[in-house]
T-cell receptor
Framework: GAVVSQHPSWVICKSGTSVKIECRSLDFQATTMFWYRQFPKQSLMLMATSNEGSKATYEQGVEKDKFLINHASLTLSTLTVTSAHPEDSSFYIC?????????????FGNGTRLTVT | DAKTTQPNSMESNEEEPVHLPCNHSTISGTDYIHWYRQLPSQGPEYVIHGLTSNVNNRMASLAIAEDRKSSTLILHRATLRDAAVYYCILRVLSGNTPLVFGKGTRLSVIA
């Protein structure tokens, strides 16, 4: 079945540094990918919609200059957390639609646990 | 997206059936009912979805009320590996929109 691969699965970085998270669709093409963030004991919150070949669409309250999204190919989207701070520590999850409409399930990566010290 | 309401938590004994309810009284005619689950420290995974008729797959069954204002996810024999947070989500038919997650139901399975 369709698989979304996310890398790294966990990362620890120092405050002020940047971290890049990759999300790949392994056996299908994804013109759109979605990025979520999940804090402990909470549900997933949509951060942004990544569109291949164009700018990402960010949800209200998500800083686009801090969370840089690049979707340069039909199988790869990246999220870069710039100048990370401890409050950015979270579980970041990407997903990609399995088809062209909402009758298709979304496929999720296994998440990236970011810890900023 | 229309709102769904689920119990915060449920408990089941291993190898017993589990019925996870979801209320969606404001569902529109073009909303699909999707279920996803999230195991600890993993991304969500698709379980099942339907529009009007009951649906079965290898993971679960979905029973949809005749008025579509509620649905029930049925796990026929719960295992310890089914312990997860289960999310009931409505998605409009058209477009390719992201899932909007509520709080879901945390299912505990007791050996």
């Amino acid at each position: 079945g369709a698989v979304v691969s996310q890398h790294p699965s966990w990362v620890i970085c120092k405050s002020g540094t940047s971290v890049k998270i990759e999300c790949r669709s392994l056996d299908f093409q994804a013109t759109t990918m979605f990025w979520y963030r999940q804090f402990p004991k909470q549900s997933l919150m949509l951060m942004a919609t990544s569109n291949e070949g164009s700018k990402a669409t960010y949800e209200q309250g998500v800083e686009k200059d801090k969370f840089l999204i690049n979707h340069a190919s039909l199988t790869l989207s990246t999220l870069t957390v710039t100048s990370a701070h401890p409050e950015d520590s979270s579980f970041y999850i990407c997903s990609a639609p399995g088809g062209a409409h909402n009758n298709s399930p979304l496929h999720f990566g296994n998440g990236t646990r970011l810890t900023v010290t | 997206d229309a709102k769904t309401t689920q119990p915060n938590s449920m408990e089941s004994n291993e190898e017993e059936p589990v019925h996870l309810p979801c209320n969606h009284s404001t569902i529109s005619g073009t909303d699909y009912i999707h279920w996803y689950r999230q195991l600890p420290s993993q991304g969500p995974e698709y379980v099942i979805h339907g529009l009007t008729s009951n649906v079965n797959n290898r993971m679960a069954s979905l029973a949809i009320a005749e008025d579509r204002k509620s649905s029930t996810l049925i796990l026929h024999r719960a295992t310890l590996r089914d312990a997860a947070v289960y999310y009931c989500i409505l998605r409009v038919l058209s477009g390719n929109t992201p899932l909007v997650f509520g709080k879901g139901t945390r299912l505990s399975v007791i050996a």
